[in-house]
């Protein structure tokens, strides 16, 4: 198992498509956990 560490700039950056791509691939609680940190929910 890896585990990325991600700075607030970076996950402004990369969480958009990151969401996109959870989605399209039925991880809805990775796409939630992205939002979570982006602010969104």
Do not use: D, S, W
Request: proline letters at 5%.
């Amino acid at each position: 198992m890896g585990v990325l560490h991600v700075k607030e700039e970076g996950i402004q950056q990369i969480g958009p498509p990151a969401m996109k791509l959870a989605e399209a691939e039925g991880l809805t609680g990775h796409k939630k956990a992205i939002a979570l940190r982006l602010g969104e929910e």
